[in-house]
């Protein structure tokens, strides 16, 4: 089953720009990801300090198998920039 991954970050005070910079270096590497079909960095509108990941998959799985291969230097520099965790969620159809 197709999924469609949403992961939400907010960048903290005064590191806005950082973290789109490092969202953006981070995507193609999860858009070269076996199973990966799109991946797209999302700005809001309304709050410079949120991003979104949007990222579709082929299953799951694929997202999560291609999980544990994320580049650890990419993804350290994305939470050293967030406030906290992501939230993230998974969606069918």
Known sequence: MKVTRISCYRAKTGAEEALQTALLALAPAIANSEGCGKVRVLSSL?????FALYEEWKSIEAHRKAAAQF???LIARVN?????????NDYSG
């Open 71 to 73: 580049p650890v230097d």
């Open 46 to 50: 309304d709050d410079p300090a949120e």
């Open 80 to 88: 050293d920039l967030i406030d906290a965790p992501p939230r993230a």
